[in-house]
């Protein structure tokens, strides 16, 4: 049995409609078993960024907080922003046999120094990685060598040395084999999948804050974890950045987030 977390959480993202992940996490609790979902209190409001680089930082501190609080093993934790990644993977006890499938059309891998837009969402796989902002960072941060990054498509050249250092699926190659393989050359025995929605294709989802065009297929993705699944159990997932513009777009794409809930629960 899988247990829900839905964090309403819209503060890492640098979108100008960034709100629309509160009523995305909102639609995709709607069709969820209410008895194994928790909706976690986010504050609505902005925060501050404390003197950091790291815009609105008091509220996604907050956030961290109450996303360990409600942990538990062998939970999957529904966005808000990709941030959230960050706070489910300081809940765990310990990272030492995990490796982390980031499927993203973006690596979140900046700094405060590199970031274009001060948002802490594309510094969220920096953060996992220990680095960046100290009060954001886990310790110990996970290694490089067990993070495989999947589907990323937009890369600012800030992050390129970055990305250039992990193991990385382009796109056109989301492969079921190539995937499993790519999670066993890590050497870990269980596994974290990060979902961004925007990693799919926009021909096949709208719901997201920047659709990028050469995505995955949801047919692909689903397959992919499938295999990783074979291969070593999970620890728990994330499903984050869902954004739709409109009820009747949230309803437009609940099929695809189901499919992928239904593969990484
Ligand atoms: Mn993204």
């Known amino acids: 049995m899988t247990r829900f977390l ?9 979108a100008a409609r960034a709100m629309l992940l509160v009523d995305g996490a909102g639609a995709i609790a709607g069709d969820l078993p209410r008895k ?9 409001e902005a ?8 815009h609105r930082l008091s509220s996604l501190l907050r956030v961290r907080e109450l996303v360990r609080d409600a942990w538990q093993p062998g939970t999957v934790v529904i966005g808000g922003d990709c941030s959230v990644s960050v706070f489910a993977l300081s809940a765990l006890r310990t990272l030492d046999d995990l490796a982390l499938l980031w499927c993203d059309a973006h690596p979140d891998i900046n700094d405060p120094e590199t970031s274009p837009s001060g948002a802490f969402s594309g510094m969220a796989l920096r953060a996992i990685l220990g680095e960046g902002e100290k009060q954001l960072a886990l310790a110990p941060g996970l290694p490089r060598s067990r993070v495989v990054m999947l589907g990323a498509r937009s890369i600012d050249p800030g992050e390129s040395q970055e990305v250039s250092q992990l193991s990385l699926i382009p796109p056109a190659q989301v492969e079921p084999d190539a995937v499993a393989a790519a999670m ?3 050497g870990a025995s269980r596994a974290w999948v990060h979902i961004d929605v925007d990693v799919l294709d926009p021909a096949e989802f709208d719901g997201v804050s920047s659709p990028l065009p050469f995505g995955v297929t949801a047919a692909a993705l689903t397959a992919a974890i499938k295999a990783v699944r074979a291969e070593m ?3 728990g997932a994330t499903i ?3 954004a739709p513009r409109s009820p009747s777009d949230a309803v437009h794409d609940m099929g695809t987030i189901l499919r992928l809930i239904g593969a990484v629960a």
Do not use: C, H, M, N
């Not at 839905?6 to 640098?14: D, N, V």
């Not at 194994?36 to 609505?44: M, R």
């Not at 925060?47 to 790291?54: D, K, N």
């Open 184 to 186: 066993r050359d890590t």
């Open 47 to 54: 925060g501050e960024s404390l003197g950091t680089g790291v």
């Open 36 to 44: 194994d979902t928790v909706a976690l209190d986010v504050p609505l």
């Open 233 to 235: 159990p999970l620890a």
């Open 6 to 14: 839905i964090a309403p959480q819209w503060q890492g993202s640098p």
């Open 240 to 242: 984050a950045g869902f």
